[in-house]
């Protein structure tokens, strides 16, 4: 079992409420940071982890769907060279593995303790990675059923590990390039299913609350309401989603998609709503892409707590957020990034991108 020498913790903050987590099994990770970069862009298909799983001990998948010899996408993925990504020599569209060196592991007694004046507990919950068998494609790149199939299996995961013990939230997040913190080149999302709620979700559900309380209405369809008559941050619409750079984005270039119709859960999105939201992703992520010439960046999906409580006055959305500054002393102190660029320039720049 990794990591059980070093089990991770969670800790928190006695001022702000937050949890922090502390991972040092996570530091046995391959590649120091200083070496990502070059390590990274120079990945090739033959050294690359996640297309070479036959040739690695201890892999466990949690979910995969397989490819049949007929299926046309095999010739797609033949198309980028070898090795063709395989789990016990057959191909597969996409696998989800637990991570080799994973932030929180199932197998610890759940016990909070007190030391000092901070409440612990133990680095208890799931790490898992998915992993669409694409070597050299974006998610802004697939083709639109493949985005979706990501979508699926996002939701698939979601709902299993909803149902363990003490999960309260399930995070969903992708890292492209290092600069954003992937460690490994072939693109990959990760999911991490924890016993406490973020304290940003905290804020945002409270906010959202307090918001309804006092207009009678959900502030994230306030937004969107807004943001369909003014048009000028839209870049991005159809039947289900929209995506827009807010008009208080916390980075330039920083992209949200809300379902328009108001739904606290992710995981409870519909068959026809997973193929919008492919088109509204895939969308965003490739005009981020030719606008901004592939930068780093970070998308998660912010939801509604696993926890079983109410939570009907929240929305939930994916925010896209392109590492195309850096977070200074200001940034760091405030949370306040000072932007140079109005996000109806971004929002422009976004459409026009070819
Ligand atoms: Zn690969
Ligand atoms: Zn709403």
Same mark, same amino acid.
């Given at each position: 079992?990794?990591?059980?020498?070093?089990?991770?913790?969670?800790?928190q903050d006695?001022?702000s409420k937050n949890w /922090? /987590?502390?991972?040092?099994?996570?530091?046995?990770?391959?590649?120091?940071?200083?070496?990502?970069?070059?390590?990274?862009?120079?990945?090739?298909?033959?050294?690359?982890?996640?297309?070479?799983?036959?040739?690695?001990?201890?892999?466990?998948?949690?979910?995969?769907?397989?490819?049949?010899?007929?299926?046309?996408?095999?010739?797609?993925?033949?198309?980028?060279?070898?090795?063709?990504?395989?789990?016990? %020599?057959?191909?597969?569209?996409?696998?989800?593995?637990?991570?080799?060196?994973?932030?929180?592991?199932?197998?610890?007694?759940?016990?909070?303790?007190? /030391?000092?004046?901070?409440?612990?507990?133990?680095?208890?919950?799931?790490?898992?990675?998915?992993?669409?068998?694409?070597?050299?494609?974006?998610?802004?790149?697939?083709?639109?059923?493949?985005?979706?199939?990501?979508?699926?299996?996002?939701?698939?995961?979601?709902?299993?590990?909803?149902?363990?013990?003490?999960?309260?939230?399930?995070?969903?997040?992708?890292?492209?390039?290092?600069?954003?913190?992937?460690?490994?080149?072939?693109?990959?999302?990760?999911?991490?299913?924890?016993?406490v709620i973020p304290k940003d979700i905290r804020n945002s559900?409270?906010?959202?609350?307090?918001?309804?309380?006092?207009?009678?209405?959900?502030?994230?369809?306030?937004?969107?309401?807004?943001?369909?008559?003014? %048009?000028?941050?839209?870049?991005?619409?159809?039947?289900?989603?929209?995506?827009?750079?807010?008009?208080?984005?916390?980075?330039?270039?920083?992209?949200?998609?809300?379902?328009?119709?108001?739904?606290?859960?992710?995981?409870?999105?519909?068959?026809?709503?997973?193929?919008?939201?492919?088109?509204?992703?895939?969308?965003?992520?490739?005009?981020?892409?030719?606008?901004?010439?592939?930068?780093?960046?970070?998308?998660?999906?912010?939801?509604?707590?696993?926890?079983?409580?109410?939570?009907?006055?929240?929305?939930?959305?994916?925010?896209?957020?392109?590492?195309?500054?850096?977070?200074?002393?200001?940034?760091?102190?405030?949370?306040?990034?000072?932007?140079?660029?109005?996000?109806?320039?971004?929002?422009?720049?976004?459409?026009?991108?070819?």
């Amino acid at each position: 079992m990794p990591n059980n020498q070093h089990p991770s913790e969670l800790r928190q903050d006695i001022v702000s409420k937050n949890w /922090v /987590v502390i991972a040092s099994g996570r530091s046995k990770r391959p590649k120091s940071y200083e070496g990502l970069k070059a390590a990274v862009l120079e990945q090739p298909k033959e050294e690359c982890p996640f297309c070479n799983f036959d040739k690695q001990q201890g892999v466990q998948v949690s979910l995969i769907h397989p490819l049949t010899s007929k299926d046309p996408y095999l010739d797609e993925l033949k198309k980028e060279g070898a090795p063709l990504p395989t789990w016990k %020599k057959e191909p597969y569209s996409i696998i989800d593995i637990q991570n080799k060196f994973p932030a929180f592991v199932k197998d610890v007694d759940f016990k909070e303790k007190l /030391v000092g004046p901070y409440r612990v507990l133990p680095g208890y919950g799931y790490h898992e990675v998915i992993i669409p068998a694409s070597h050299n494609k974006t998610y802004g790149q697939l083709p639109d059923e493949r985005v979706k199939e990501i979508i699926d299996v996002f939701q698939s995961r979601y709902l299993a590990l909803a149902k363990e013990p003490h999960i309260d939230y399930i995070s969903i997040i992708h890292n492209h390039r290092p600069e954003a913190g992937a460690s490994i080149a072939h693109p990959h999302s990760q999911l991490f299913a924890i016993p406490v709620i973020p304290k940003d979700i905290r804020n945002s559900l409270h906010g959202s609350r307090k918001y309804f309380e006092e207009h009678g209405k959900c502030p994230h369809c306030e937004i969107i309401e807004w943001e369909r008559k003014e %048009k000028t941050r839209v870049i991005f619409e159809n039947e289900n989603f929209i995506a827009v750079c807010p008009f208080t984005s916390v980075v330039a270039f920083e992209v949200r998609i809300y379902p328009k119709l108001h739904s606290p859960y992710f995981e409870r999105i519909e068959e026809n709503e997973k193929i919008s939201l492919a088109k509204a992703l895939k969308f965003s992520l490739n005009k981020i892409y030719q606008a901004l010439n592939d930068p780093p960046f970070n998308f998660f999906i912010h939801t509604a707590p696993a926890d079983e409580q109410n939570h009907d006055h929240y929305h939930w959305h994916i925010e896209i957020l392109p590492k195309v500054t850096i977070w200074a002393g200001f940034e760091l102190s405030t949370g306040i990034e000072i932007s140079t660029v109005e996000p109806e320039q971004a929002a422009k720049l976004l459409r026009d991108a070819e």
